[in-house]
């Protein structure tokens, strides 16, 4: 199995431009959640989905945007890049909201120079 | 909301010494409790997990008991091994999940 697979690894972006990090799970999960992880720092809740076409913000919104038209996918969008979204992100994916454990994806180092 | 205070490394570890990293948790009602690890360079897996009160955990010879009385979730290993070296978060609630800041483990042989 895939699991959760993350698009690009790695990417260094200069300030002001604009990315999406890709996300997809093959589990038919129906939540799907975005975090960032500063260096040192735990992890911080972007966005999160709980089913297609069904979005909401997490703690840190501010500078991305997300859209879930499938069940698979689940990227993130940042517009107009700063150094403050200098971070690794992560996906996640669960089959329900509760008691059952949330499957992740290796990351995406981010550098925005 | 709910929140999660674990504590703060690193913390280093002779190999065979006994680990213990402390978790509480702040919360409405009695969410599910996890704790995952994170390998260099990897995503988070999830190592174990407790729904209920009184549940005890445990995977890999690690343990962790959910305590309703003092909104606890330590984890605790009897004898640690260099590939333990890891972060270690805490986790708390349903959707979505709320993580401590994650403690650094080092194993040293």
């Known amino acids: 199995n895939a699991g959760v697979t993350q698009t690009p690894k790695f990417r260094i972006l200069k300030i002001g431009q604009s990315m999406t990090l890709q996300c997809a799970q093959d589990?038919?999960?129906?939540?799907m959640y975005w975090y960032r992880q500063d260096p040192g720092m735990g992890l911080k809740l972007i966005y999160y989905?709980?089913?297609?076409?069904?979005?909401d913000k997490g703690e840190v919104p501010n500078g991305y945007n997300v859209s879930r038209s499938t069940t698979e996918d689940f990227p993130l969008r940042l517009e107009l890049a700063a150094p403050s979204q200098t971070s690794v992100y992560f996906c996640?994916?669960?089959?329900?909201?509760?008691?059952?454990?949330?499957?992740f994806g290796q990351g995406t180092r981010l550098t925005v120079v | 909301g709910d929140s999660v205070t674990q504590m703060e490394g690193p913390v280093t570890l002779s190999e065979e010494a006994f680990l213990t990293i402390n978790c509480t948790y702040t919360a409405t009602g009695y969410p599910s409790l996890f704790w995952y690890v994170q390998y260099p360079g990897e995503g988070l897996q999830l190592l174990l997990k407790?729904?209920?009160?009184?549940d005890k955990g445990s995977n890999k010879g690690f343990e962790a008991t959910y305590r309703k009385e003092t909104t606890s979730f330590h984890l605790e290993k009897g004898s640690v091994q260099v590939s333990d070296s890891a972060v270690y978060f805490c986790?708390?609630?349903?959707?979505?999940?709320?993580f401590g800041k994650g403690t650094r483990l080092s194993v040293i042989a």
């Open positions: 996640a994916s669960s089959y329900s909201a509760e008691f059952t454990e949330a499957f």
């Open positions: 989905s709980v089913g297609a076409g069904i979005t």
């Open positions: 986790a708390a609630g349903n959707t979505p999940l709320v």
């Open positions: 407790a729904t209920k009160a009184d």
């Open positions: 589990m038919n999960h129906n939540y």
